[in-house]
């Protein structure tokens, strides 16, 4: 079984200033994905980065990248220059691609950013 | 492009009630996930559709909840009778055959008095 551990309920930053939050995750699979999904109070789920656990490179999307470390499992999200709008929960997710893959999620991370 | 449609928004019943969620996913998408997200928690897989048939309903509360995708395309999630710790978001989402990226709808807030 996989599990996904977040273990920061709530981070707060200052706007323009840089936010990394902390995901773990637990498998024995080789082939899978990492997510990182923004969820705000509207309730929808947005995709903000994913990573391919076959690729070394970290992935990058704008002002969120990924710091991944495949032996310890940890796949963390950096967000540079925080703006008002990136206040929201976050949630990391791992995708196995077993026979017909599963999304499981974290329990979650509350990003709040203060002017 | 459309998104996941996902109706009601919002519902409250009381007690031993029923209720039923529905579900449009994006055209051409095989796979289907309704979550539960309670507060404060993250979403927990209720069960998967693939196309028309179920692939994982290994967390789904069998006893009360039901789950059908007629003609795998559109899917209704129910609860019958409803439990005061019913209350959450229910979450549908969508993805090409196999996945992985998964696309959300705006979720039902489903609340149990």
């Known amino acids: 079984a996989q599990t996904v551990t977040q273990s920061q309920p709530e981070m707060s930053v200052q706007e323009a200033e840089t936010v990394t939050l902390s995901c773990t995750y637990d498998t024995s699979e080789n082939n899978y994905y990492l997510f990182w999904y923004k969820q705000p109070p509207s309730r929808q789920m947005i995709l903000v980065i994913r990573?391919?656990?076959?690729?070394?490179q970290n992935a990058t999307e704008n002002r969120f990248s990924v710091n991944f470390q495949k032996a310890a499992k940890s796949f963390s999200l950096k967000i540079s220059d925080s703006q008002l709008g990136d206040t929201a929960m976050y949630f990391c997710?791992?995708?196995?691609?077993?026979?017909?893959?599963?999304?499981?999620f974290g329990a979650g991370t509350q990003v709040v950013v203060t002017p | 492009e459309a998104g996941v449609a996902q109706s009601p928004r919002y519902k409250i019943i009381e007690k031993r009630q029923s209720v039923a969620f529905w579900c449009n996913p994006i055209s051409g998408h095989a796979t289907l996930y309704w979550y539960q997200q309670i507060l404060g928690q993250g979403p927990k897989l209720l069960i998967q559709?693939?196309?028309?048939?179920?692939?994982?309903d290994s967390q789904l509360p069998k006893d009360r909840f039901s789950a059908e995708r007629l003609k795998g395309v559109d899917s209704t999630l129910k609860i019958q009778p409803a439990k005061l710790e019913d209350s959450a978001v229910y979450l549908c989402?969508?993805?090409?055959?196999?996945?992985?990226?998964?696309?959300f709808g705006q979720g039902t807030r489903l609340t149990v008095v």
């Open positions: 989402a969508s993805s090409p055959f196999a996945g992985p990226e998964a696309f």
């Open positions: 559709f693939q196309n028309n048939g179920v692939v994982d």
């Open positions: 997710a791992f995708f196995v691609t077993d026979s017909w893959g599963k999304l499981q």
């Open positions: 990573q391919e656990a076959y690729k070394q």
